[in-house]
């Protein structure tokens, strides 16, 4: 019963490459959500998906970076051109819902580090 | 302003006593309250959720209160065990727009020493 999948675990970009975060939700879990957390900052909300669409994309920043979840596949966090602020962990939550009483589930992070 | 605040200061107690974190939220009015556990390189795992219209939840060690007139939650882990040590988050589930959205605060550190 796999909780849910991050990968890679770290990634290491130069300036101006891209780079594609995947995360693959619990089995049966149709919604996702992108966290980005830095140590001062904490958790911030990103994007929530659902399978195929956007739901709420209002933490995301409107140049650079991009989501999706496919009707098969893993969730992908894209972002483009990246700058040395783009460093963080960035988390994935999963939940079979948005139903108020459901948890989110939690990967274990990709940590990005731009060089 | 909105904002969450939780014990800035790490928390460090002896095996055995109560460890009570605490979590303050202003303009907000949230449903529910949700805590979590963060252990260093690992995502959050959730420990308990309280709705707007419940006084305490418990769960084995842990127990939960929330009082919406003060706008505070209180987190206690009783009997506490080396093993505790984690940073614990506090998260308000909000309404925001046509959905519902969690607002996380910064996390307490807690070291329970043996």
């Known amino acids: 019963n796999a909780g849910v999948m991050q990968n890679p675990r770290h990634l290491v970009r130069r300036r101006g490459q891209e780079a594609r975060l995947r995360c693959s939700p619990m089995k049966g879990h149709s919604h996702v959500y992108w966290y980005r957390q830095l140590p001062e900052e904490g958790l911030k909300f990103m994007v929530y998906l659902q399978k195929e669409n956007i739901i709420d994309e209002s933490g995301m920043p409107k140049e650079r970076f991009s989501a999706e979840f496919p009707k098969e596949g893993p969730s992908i966090l894209r972002i483009q051109q990246v700058v040395r602020g783009d460093s963080a962990a960035y988390f994935c939550?999963?939940?079979?819902?948005?139903?108020?009483?459901?948890?989110?589930?939690f990967g274990d992070g990709t940590r990005l580090s731009i060089l | 302003s909105q904002k969450i605040e939780q014990n800035s200061e790490a928390l460090n107690i002896q095996e055995g006593k109560t460890a009570t974190l605490t979590c303050n939220y202003t303009n907000y009015s949230p449903a529910y309250l949700q805590w979590y556990r963060q252990d260093p390189g690992r995502g959050p795992v959730f420990l308990l959720l309280i709705r707007e219209n419940e006084k305490e939840k418990r769960k084995e060690r842990l127990k939960v209160t929330f009082d919406t007139t003060l706008k505070q939650s209180l987190f206690h882990i009783t009997a506490s065990q080396p093993a505790d040590s984690a940073t614990y988050l506090c998260a308000l589930l909000i309404n925001a727009g046509n959905n519902r959205k969690l607002i996380w605060g910064l996390g307490t550190s807690l070291a329970v020493n043996p």
């Open positions: 939550a999963s939940s079979p819902g948005q139903g108020t009483n459901q948890p989110q589930h």
